[in-house]
T-cell receptor, first 112, second 113 residues
Framework: GQQLNQSPQSMFIQEGEDVSMNCTSSSIFNTWLWYKQDPGEGPVLLIALYKAGELTSNGRLTAQFGITRKDSFLNISASIPSDVGIYFCAGRYTGANSKLTFGKGITLSVRP | NAGVTQTPKFQVLKTGQSMTLQCAQDMNHEYMSWYRQDPGMGLRLIHYSVGAGITDQGEVPNGYNVSRSTTEDFPLRLLSAAPSQTSVYFC????????????FGNGTRLTVT
């Protein structure tokens, strides 16, 4: 089946630093999504990407849909303590009703 | 709109007990799904539904049943709980339209002793 690879499992950065997270797949997708999960809550959508090569920003977040359609990255600039959480990438190949495949997530810690 | 509402937030069961995790959405979404989240495993799809009366299995369906009698509700049933079902369960929904993202509830933390 389709698999999404996110690594490392945990990242530790200093407040104010930028951080980049990668997500790679063995299969192509036509939608890439990035979610963030705060402790005790459900994942919340950060950025959605629908076209190969697309670069989209949401405040301090920037994400790109890889040209090969097998990868995506998420950048967080000037990190702040509330960026702490688990970041999941997710991919979907066909229509909106097709199943999403999730990566295992990266736990981000931000040291003040 | 309340979005996706899950109840209960926490639950402790003994092995062999049964229970139903409730999920309701008020966004008139056709597509609903259940995931479980375990450390180091990410989110794994248990069951999903593309509309009332239609359900299908996901990646890890064993030990769980679902039904979809209305558009709004998608309960997840554990008929005979096992310790391996200790997990955090998330319900999610989407409209099914192109480019519609998945909206998650806040989860149910289940412990089976």
């Amino acid at each position: 089946g389709q698999q999404l690879n996110q690594s490392p499992q945990s990242m530790f950065i200093q407040e104010g630093e930028d951080v980049s997270m990668n997500c790679t797949s063995s299969s192509i997708f036509n939608t890439w999504l990035w979610y963030k999960q705060d402790p005790g809550e459900g994942p919340v959508l950060l950025i959605a990407l629908y076209k190969a090569g697309e670069l989209t920003s949401n405040g301090r977040l920037t994400a790109q849909f890889g040209i090969t359609r097998k990868d995506s990255f998420l950048n967080i600039s000037a990190s702040i303590p509330s960026d702490v959480g688990i970041y999941f990438c997710a991919g979907r190949y066909t229509g909106a009703n097709s199943k999403l495949t999730f990566g295992k997530g990266i736990t981000l810690s931000v040291r003040p | 709109n309340a979005g996706v509402t899950q109840t209960p937030k926490f639950q402790v069961l003994k092995t062999g007990q049964s229970m139903t995790l409730q999920c309701a959405q008020d966004m008139n979404h056709e597509y609903m799904s259940w995931y479980r989240q375990d450390p180091g495993m990410g989110l794994r799809l248990i069951h999903y539904s593309v509309g009332a009366g239609i359900t299908d299995q996901g990646e890890v369906p064993n030990g769980y049943n679902v039904s979809r009698s209305t558009t709004e509700d998608f309960p997840l049933r554990l008929l005979s709980a096992a310790p391996s079902q200790t997990s955090v369960y998330f319900c999610a929904s989407t409209s099914g339209q192109k480019n519609s993202p998945l909206h998650f509830g806040n989860g149910t933390r289940l412990t089976v002793t």
